[in-house]
């Protein structure tokens, strides 16, 4: 016979979350959204990869540490790198410079040569021409060099047909007026092209400061070089009497420009105008320079002089020899500044290096630590998902003690608000069962051997009332309490719960044999009643379940005035039995019941279409195994049962 176990469903939820303890198990089972959700991280697969995940997590700022301060190191270096480069173009700018200076001396003297027709009285043109050799063998590497030649072609010259062609027209050197014109077409065009090479250069520095450093050396040199020229055309006005045709107006032209380039100097560099000024003071010819330009500016017919051309000559050379001091002293702080950067440079570079070492070496002690501060949680996460799991089990050994003493979904609600209060029910059924003859077999039997007879038939009885929708209520002694629509209520079918219960038991009891007296059956005296109660928890240091009311005492009264091996009921009890069908029973009269008076009562004796079941059942031990559940654990979740 299979019964559905019908139990509030509210009760059961209530009941496992009661049951349930969460542990490091349960994380595999954790909702939407959270860590971990695929794997325990305290055991095997999912604590490798929680380990590696916070390995991962101080890893990756460890990386962006190393990346960025690599990218730093490498600004540094190719900063540094920049800078070397800028110390070798002031170096080469240095080298190109004196070239250039020597090639404006050496065509100031050529063309003081030319024009004093062939005079020797100023310097030694073979000492002059040694010198500029010398500082073009010095440069350690030659620009490329594009002159002029014939036919308005450009070519350009390597540092070896550069010194052939510079040879070959020294030799040419004479006083003719076509001969003056070309030498200074030659030196003007070969410094022209020398500074032009240094202003490429100095536009490629374009990320340093040095710039501003550069372009003063470079207009410094061009002024001088402008200086020159027009001096040139100055000697040919004192030696000859007159600027004729454009030797004039190049002269004004390069005059104004050597001007100009002298004060875009001085504004790029403002430090070098006290330089300038203090030279300008000791110079004690300065305000001659003046005049004698202003002289020439005029341009008025004159005699010739070579005195006063000779006089103009070491004027202008003695002011341009004051200009090169102002370019020496611009090149010593182009050369301080460079070192400056170059030594910031390298300590920027070193820095660099010792913070990306720092963090190179320091980074697997970072992981060495993170990594062994994970395996210790993880370690101690594993130890107390065991303590879970232990304290799991213990919890749920106490909830199912808990539950045999009292009604799971009291015991739940005991739990959570420590009070319940007594509830009233309209309509129940009360049994009551006691052993007939159980005084004399106690007086004649042990204390232990008692014991054992009524563990046993507890035993039983405990096993058959589990496959109805009944609750054992208490056991006094040799009687035995059960009822029925109570704590959870069940309609009407209480009734028959119990009729078929008391049936099953009655056929169970007598094929019981008596432990310590083998020859003797069982016999069992039964009444049941039906009708209202009042049921709550007595007690607080051993609360209990207690059924109060009339309808208790009416089936005690029906299980005492009953006969062995029967089953007394009550009239109450044979009408709701009636309505519901199915169950036989026999009139037994009027009994005289105590504080009730005379009642009307009956026999249950079976069911409707046969007899009752009276099949002999194994007795199962007390407490099940420790993998077990109890069979009303499963009741709870409404399964069914034979």
């Known amino acids: 016979m299979i019964k559905q176990v019908s139990n509030n469903s509210a009760v059961v939820q209530e009941d496992e979350t009661s049951l349930r303890s969460l542990s490091s198990e349960d994380v595999s ?3 939407k959204g959270y860590c971990c959700t695929k794997s325990n991280p305290a055991h095997g697969r999912g604590r490798r990869l929680h380990l590696l995940q916070m390995l991962v997590l101080p890893f990756i700022p460890i990386c962006a540490l190393i990346v960025q301060t690599a990218f730093s190191l490498n600004h540094i270096m190719l900063n540094r790198q920049e800078v070397m480069g800028i110390d070798a173009q002031v170096t080469d700018a240095t080298n190109l410079g004196k070239v250039v200076t020597r090639m404006q001396l050496e065509r100031s003297e050529v063309a003081f040569f030319v024009y004093t027709n062939g005079s020797t009285l100023r310097s030694n043109l073979t000492q002059r021409f040694q010198m500029t050799n010398s500082a073009l063998e010095s440069m350690s590497s030659w620009p490329p060099i594009y002159l002029p030649e014939n036919e308005g072609r450009i070519v350009s010259l390597d540092k070896e047909t550069f010194l052939n062609r510079l040879g070959e027209f020294r030799l040419k050197i004479s006083s003719e007026e076509s001969s003056m014109t070309e030498v200074l077409n030659w030196y003007t065009s070969v410094n022209a ?21 550069l372009l003063a050396f470079k207009n410094l040199l061009r002024s001088i070089e402008s200086t020159g020229i027009a001096s040139v055309y100055g000697v040919n006005y004192f030696g000859r009497g007159l600027l004729r045709g454009n ?14 380039l002298l004060n875009g100097s001085l504004n790029y560099v403002p430090m070098l105008r006290d330089v300038y000024r203090r030279l300008t003071k000791t110079m004690t010819n300065y305000g001659t320079i003046k005049k004698r330009g202003d002289i020439i500016v005029q341009n008025s017919q004159r005699s010739p002089n070579i005195t006063e051309a000779i006089d103009y000559f070491d004027s202008i050379a003695q002011y341009t020899d004051e200009l090169r001091k102002l370019q020496k002293e611009l090149r010593h702080q182009i050369r301080n500044y460079v070192s400056a950067n170059l030594h910031e440079a390298a300590n920027k570079e070193a820095i660099g290096i010792a913070i990306l070492v720092v963090v190179l070496a320091v980074s697997p002690v970072i992981i060495w630590l993170v990594r062994n501060a994970v395996s210790t949680i993880q370690l101690y996460a594993a130890n107390l998902g065991m303590k879970a799991k232990e304290l799991k089990r213990e919890k749920k050994k ?12 009291v015991a739940t609600q005991l739990k959570q608000t420590r009070q319940v209060p007594a509830e009233y029910y309209a309509s129940v059924t009360v049994y009551f069962s006691d052993i007939v003859g159980f005084t004399e077999i106690a007086a004649v039997s042990t204390p232990l051997e008692v014991v054992t007879f009524l563990n046993k038939i507890y035993k039983l009885f405990d096993a058959r009332i589990e496959c109805y929708d009944v609750y054992k209520v208490e056991t006094i002694g040799d009687s035995y309490m059960v009822a029925s629509g109570l704590p959870v209520k069940n309609g009407s079918k209480h009734v028959s719960e119990i009729a078929s219960m008391a049936l099953d038991l009655l056929a169970g009891s007598s094929q019981f044999k008596i432990p310590h007296r083998k020859s003797e059956r069982l016999r069992i005296r039964s009444g049941a009643h039906t009708g209202p109660v009042v049921a709550g928890i007595v007690g607080s240091k051993m609360p209990r379940y207690c059924l109060f009311g009339d309808t208790v005492n009416t089936a005690s009264r029906m299980e005492s005035t009953g006969e062995a091996s029967k089953i007394h009921i009550s009239s109450e009890f044979k009408k709701a ?6 169950y036989r029973t026999e009139h037994r009269g009027l009994v005289d019941v105590k504080g009730k008076g005379p009642m009307d009562t009956y026999w249950l004796t079976c069911k409707e279409g046969g007899e009752h079941r009276t099949v002999e059942m194994e007795t199962p031990t007390y407490f099940p195994d420790e993998d077990s559940e109890p069979i009303f ?10």
């Open 29 to 31: 089972f954790a909702p």
């Open 193 to 213: 092209a020398l500074l032009d090479h240094l202003t490429n250069q100095i536009k490629e520095t374009d990320s340093s400061g040095v710039w501003r450093y």
């Open 247 to 260: 030797n004039y107006i190049y002269y004004i032209h390069h005059d104004a420009i050597a001007k100009d």
């Open 398 to 409: 106490s909830d199912t003690l808990l539950f045999q003493m009292l009604p799971p979904s």
């Open 577 to 582: 039995l009636d309505a519901i069908g199915g």
């Open 633 to 642: 654990m499963r009741r709870l979740r409404g399964e069914c049962y034979i």
